[in-house]
């Protein structure tokens, strides 16, 4: 449900580059951690919907989830986990913190060379 | 052609975030940003809340809702400040939304600020909002499988309301493992601190309040 307004700010970026290279862009790569929730399929359409009309319109969507980090508070090792039942790989114990997700990134945009 | 760009897409709301945050932290005001379904029970809670602590602990709020003020009207009734904020149709509370809200509260008053939140328990937790800490509240009627099946909100909160527990006695047919919950939550996050509670009467408020009480006095004292 807030991809909508993920795709209005990914849109004005991708605009934005647009304009400084005045060229058309073809597609474009993101990446975000998964807690973000981005559902794919939702913000390619709402980005779809929102470019039509306009030199983004029929762009291209990547989306690169980036896997949630945790820390051992046992032992201070650093993994990778889903947020399911999470224990540490080195020692064990299920006491760890979330780290920040990783942010919202827009990564390179292909525009079409004339 | 290929261009690396490498923007932040949300850094407006991270920058606002971050802002909100330190505007609470110099001020030593608690701020709990309060994420749950619809209908689990925040406002009732608010208010019982704001009712118990009367002349201990001064509270106002921030009411996020799609449309309408009926929640800021049932605050209002309180006498508690509060400031509503209409997302219209967005499902959640953005920071630059909370920093206009924390202007017209008379934040110098208070001891603590509760942000009630879209009903969702999907993107309000993707959302930064400067609180100090977030709070999931979650009524038995919804079912015990929550944790598991939403596990951003329960990991990341620093409590865990488990509201309307008048009904497994009251009616008796409501499906709902209380062991399995807590389970579910305290492997996802092991420090969540879990109040079971009845906004309807009252049941579980004088330990939840108690914990507000300790938590709001802990980060005047620091």
């Known amino acids: 449900m807030h991809e909508m307004m993920v795709a209005q700010s990914l849109l004005a970026a991708i605009s934005a580059e647009a304009a400084k290279h005045n060229a058309k862009p073809l597609a474009a790569r993101i990446s975000c951690g998964k807690l973000y929730a981005i559902n794919d399929e939702a913000l390619c359409f709402a980005l779809e919907a929102l470019a039509k009309d306009t030199r983004c319109e029929g762009i291209k969507l990547e989306i690169e989830h980036k896997p949630i980090q945790a820390a051992c508070k046992s032992c201070t090792e650093i993994f990778e986990c889903e947020l399911s039942p999470v224990t540490c790989p080195r020692c064990g114990s299920d006491d760890f913190s979330l780290l920040p997700d990783p942010p919202l990134l827009l990564e390179e945009i292909e525009f079409l060379t004339e | ?222």
């Open chain 2, 1 to 222: 052609m290929k261009v690396n760009v490498g923007k932040k897409i949300l850094s407006a709301n991270e920058e606002y975030a971050f802002r909100n945050s330190q505007f609470l932290t110099e001020r030593k005001k608690l701020c709990l940003n309060m994420i749950s379904s619809p209908g689990s029970g925040k406002t009732t809670i608010l208010a019982r809340t704001i009712s118990e602590l009367k002349g201990k602990i001064k509270i106002g709020v921030i009411e996020g809702d799609i449309q309408t003020d009926i929640d800021a009207e049932r605050i209002r009734a309180t006498e508690a400040p509060v400031v509503q904020i209409n997302t219209n149709g967005a499902c959640h509370l953005s920071a630059a939304q909370v920093s206009r809200a924390l202007e017209t509260l008379p934040v110098g008053d208070l001891d603590l600020i509760f942000i009630e939140n879209v009903g969702n328990l999907v993107c309000p937790s993707a959302f930064e909002l400067g609180e100090t800490n977030k709070i999931v509240v979650l009524s038995v009627a919804e079912g015990d499988d929550k944790p598991a099946k939403y596990p951003a909100i329960f990991a990341k909160s620093k409590v865990l309301l488990i509201n309307k527990i008048d009904l497994l006695e009251a009616v008796g047919q409501v499906d709902f493992d209380i062991e399995r919950v807590k389970a579910d939550a305290r492997k996802l996050n092991r420090a969540i601190e879990i109040f079971l509670i009845s906004a309807r009467t009252g049941a579980g408020f004088a330990e939840w309040c108690g914990w507000l009480a300790e938590s709001v006095r802990s980060l005047q004292e620091a």
